[in-house]
């Protein structure tokens, strides 16, 4: 089988980039969501997260079409948790990324390591993404 030609299109949301762009791209994101996290900007780490991933799962979508994915960062990952068709482990990110949210309004007990897993579940995400990129290359 051979790989899929991929024509980048400017006025298309999911084609301005190609697969391995979107999955740069949501590298470059999740440095920014480090970066403010280094700097105990945890609402903005989380931002970082969820848009890092979503970002990732575009270049997914492009080489393997879902529908019901939706078109927005946070819509992906949705439905990538709820996909039972991908390891239970990936949906388990997912949903971590997804129900991340900095306190507001209330004093809450905060870790480093459970800041920090919410970050490695946005990078579980940006891995089964490049893998389903990678897949389709071959």
Not at 7 to 17: C, Q
Not at 59 to 82: D, F, Q, S
Not at 101 to 129: C, F, N, Y
């Amino acid at each position: 089988m051979m790989p899929m030609q991929f024509v980048k299109d400017p006025n298309d949301w999911l084609r301005k980039l190609s697969p391995e762009e979107w999955i740069r791209a949501a590298l470059s994101e999740m440095k920014q969501a480090e970066a403010a996290l280094a700097k105990r900007n945890v609402r903005g780490a989380f931002a970082g997260c969820k848009r890092a991933a979503g970002m990732a799962l575009n270049g997914a979508l492009i080489v393997a079409p879902r529908e019901g994915w939706g078109r927005t960062y946070v819509e992906h990952v949705e439905a990538l948790a709820n996909d039972a068709s991908a390891p239970a482990a990936v949906r388990e990110a997912c949903r971590a990324v997804m129900h991340a949210q900095p306190a507001s309004g209330v004093v809450a007990l905060r870790t480093p390591a459970s800041d920090e897993k919410v970050m490695e579940a946005a990078r579980d995400v940006i891995a089964h993404a490049y893998a389903i990129v990678v897949k389709h290359e071959a």
